[in-house]
């Protein structure tokens, strides 16, 4: 029996970022990845960049992470957001919300490295088990215990189901969850490019979907003379996505290259192509007893303005404060008074998000004329109001203090 | 890992589970406490941390000193306090209790030392501590003097006394008694008797008595928008807690 303090189900981004950063605060830990390291680490395991917002760049920073990829984290300056192609459009500039940028691209195999270091330093609190899969999950009033396929227990004061969007965690604490898939699929890949990026991301509403280019450090060694780079998340009907994916490279850039017409000159595929289908699933609470959710296994949500991560990390930041202050009374880490001012800090902000991006994706992924004509008139509005606008990308930075009421004071 | 819990076997869980399960059950019988503890906390480790100089964000803020819970119960108290790193000693006149207490703190990895006996009992012997915590017990006691008489015979010199009662008001009436007991079912009925409630006027007179110094009286107040207990300053009117000195 392995006996720890908080035992975390799932060692995606979201596991890891907790469990580094309940280490950091000197909380013991055990996190439990159902792959080995060797598929985790490989190329063919995660493809996707994340847009990391400022708010959750605190949070890496706080754990000792961010140091080890900011070298390799290309800062977002300028967001453009264009409706098929037509004006007006929307373009935010950093510096109308102070000085820092509006987030920071890095490549998910770079987050996870860069996790899994800190994780190494942090050795005498936290231990990666991997592969350890969950079977079950047993939340009684003294304990949580998770027992794995292998037969090993674990035991804790606190059990968190970061393990994803399909979570068993979730389901055997007996938490329900509802949501609807898009029909989309988001064709994700690395591009290279001749025109330098100049730090601009750039979300096109086009009637299949949105297609973003997000702006990469460059590549050590380009192809073809391109060295820029972008990364591509482009989402389609599922059936044009699933042409997409099995047409040949050759036929896959000229269509991408229509698609993202001149701005980055001749472009080209630095790896290959990953199909992500996109659905929203969301918990209907985040607690049960000696449990909570985090990340992924509590939301998923289309990832049309890069805001799964934040998310996720700002559950993250919310459940270590609760956390430590917690370890700073003495109390039992699974006392139902952390539970319950986790879920109070974090059910507005989450119900709003995942709102707000189902309704992005409705409004923007059809051609319907009175919808479209609404829409640029809307974009248009936004675009002149300073205050709206300013709201607007302090959310998408992922602030924390964006939420209408404070979360109470209770000692 | 030094926070870990040992290796327990599975037999044992299930026979210390039985016992432990009521008091430590965070809606069992004893739910009002449950809600109550971490602001009792809070308060016992600030003012500990600022009477012994000690910094409250540190997870061992409390390490080495002497503490004794008077009417410890489960250890709803206790164990939190031997998780900050204080040497602790629960002393409770239930049998019950401490076999509970017992039970509970080898489930979660603490020491803690547990014993049946009577606050004048423990003072006769030699024992004496740092800081004496008494919390929602003086209002059960048959004798208070001689309660607070030998809980101050159990400091040292330049000790830290915290009690914490309830105040004997017309409104300590309707909602310690008519409403937590009675309407919102908070607390078994017959948990409290009014009459043995105490103004802090009268406390503060025993205390004097005694030779202790009274340094701070703060109310715990339920706040029905937050749905929780919060601390303030000024209204001693239902509970409230206390914190004295020994010269
Ligand atoms: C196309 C796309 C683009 C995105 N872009 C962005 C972006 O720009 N910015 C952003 O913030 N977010 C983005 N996101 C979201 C982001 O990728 C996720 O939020 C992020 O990966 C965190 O996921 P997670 O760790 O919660 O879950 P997952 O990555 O799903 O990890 C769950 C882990 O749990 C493990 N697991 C599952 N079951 C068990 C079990 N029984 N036992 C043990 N382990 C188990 C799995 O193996 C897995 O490793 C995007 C998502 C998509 C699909």
New interface residues.
Partial sequence: ?I???VVIVGGGLGGLTLAASLGAA?I?VVCLEREAPSRTRSAAHDGRTTAIAYGPQQVLAACGVWDKIERDACPILRIHVADQDSPPSLSFLHHEVGAAPFGWIVDNRTLRRALEERIAELK??VRVLAPAQMATLDC????ARVTLTDGRVV?AQLAVGADGRRSASREQAGIGSYGWDYGQTAIVATLLHEIPHDNIAVENFLPGGPLATLPMTDARRGHDGLTHRSSLVWSEQTAAAQALMTCDEAAFTAALQEKVGAWLGRVRLEGPRFAYPLNLRRAKRLTA?RFALVSEAAHGIHPIAGQGLNLGMRDIAALRDELVR???????LG???ILRRYEHARRFDNGAMVLGMDLLVRLFSNAIPPVQTARRFGLGLVQHIGPVRRFFMRVAMGERDTAPFPT???? | MPHAAPSVAEDEVARFSAQATDWWNPEGSFRALHRLNPLRLAYVRDNICEHFNRDPEKRQALRGLRVVDVGCGGGLLAEPLARLGADVTGVDASEEGIAAARAHAKLSGLKVDYRVDSVEALAASSARYDVVTALEIIEHVADLKSFLAAATKLLNPGGLMLLSTLNRTPRSFALGIVAAEYILGWVPCGTHEWQKFVRPSELTRHLEGQGMTVTDLTGMVFNPLAGAFELRKGDLRVNYLLAARKA
């Fill in positions: 029996m006996a720890c303090e000197g013991d005498r609190h009684g009033a003294l304990q035991t007893p917690a370890t700073r009374l003495g109390l039992d006392h139902p008074d109470p004071k209770t000692g």
